[in-house]
């Protein structure tokens, strides 16, 4: 079936650590997006990739680094330089970057900072 | 700037009771998208519906019904004899058209829906 697929489910980190999520889609979409959610609130964008090998920061970016070398494939690492990293990580795809398109989701990853 | 207001944080309703979500954006572009997104306990987000700014009419799948109106900014989200199965969180998001622009999603803070027995 297609679509977005994100792992861990679940992730924990020790304050300091970098931390890697990944996220993969065989949609074939050229663009591909990382947003954060906290409780109570909408999600906000940290990274976007309209096409491979390069992407743009979002709103949120600080602390956070990501790369785009396959175009299914968009990592986002949190660096120990992300002060509160504990939130829900959504990662979602479109067929390309431009505007209107409909964002398809990912299941999410869940982090926690211990 | 570009906002999404979802002014209500959390509604609770029994079962087979009508529902309206409601939705306020702000924009400057004349050309823009309205989005709505469910995200159910497990977490990920259900694409819903996607509106135009040019095309007004209001839409009805199944349950669910849009109202879309620039006059007063507004698209709101009814569900007509709500399930327990409906519960949730309910996204609106606004993205705009300019001209080279990507496609940025401005996400309301979300509405969360508990319907009951």
């Known amino acids: 079936d297609g679509g977005i697929t994100q792992s861990p489910k679940y992730l924990f980190r020790k304050e300091g650590q970098n931390v890697t999520l990944s996220c993969e889609q065989n949609?074939?979409?050229?663009?591909m997006y990382w947003y954060r959610q906290d409780p109570g609130q909408g999600l906000r964008l940290i990274y976007y990739s309209q096409i491979v090998n390069d992407f743009q920061k979002g709103d949120i970016a600080e602390g956070y680094s990501v790369s785009r070398e396959k175009k299914e494939s968009f990592p986002l690492t949190v660096t120990s330089a992300q002060k509160n990293p504990t939130a829900f990580y959504l990662c979602a795809s479109s067929i390309t970057g431009g505007a209107g398109n409909e964002q398809f989701f990912g299941p999410g990853t869940r982090l926690t900072v211990l | 700037a570009q906002k999404v207001t979802q002014a209500q944080t959390e509604i609770s309703v029994v079962e087979k009771e009508d529902v309206t979500l409601d939705c306020v954006y702000e924009?400057?572009?004349?050309?823009?998208?309205l989005f709505w997104y469910k995200q159910p306990p497990s977490g990920e987000l259900v694409f819903l519906i996607r509106?135009?700014?040019?095309?007004?009419q209001n839409e009805i799948s199944g349950r669910y019904s849009w109202n879309f109106q620039k006059s007063t900014s507004s698209f709101n989200f009814t569900i007509t004899a709500s399930q327990v199965v409906d519960s949730a969180v309910y996204f609106c998001?606004?993205?705009?058209?300019?001209?080279?622009?990507?496609?940025?999603?401005?996400f309301g803070a979300g509405t969360r829906l508990a319907v009951h027995p």
């Open positions: 509106r135009n700014s040019f095309d007004e």
């Open positions: 998001a606004l993205s705009e058209g300019r001209s080279g622009g990507y496609n940025k999603l401005i």
């Open positions: 949609l074939n979409h050229d663009a």
């Open positions: 924009t400057r572009d004349t050309t823009y998208y």
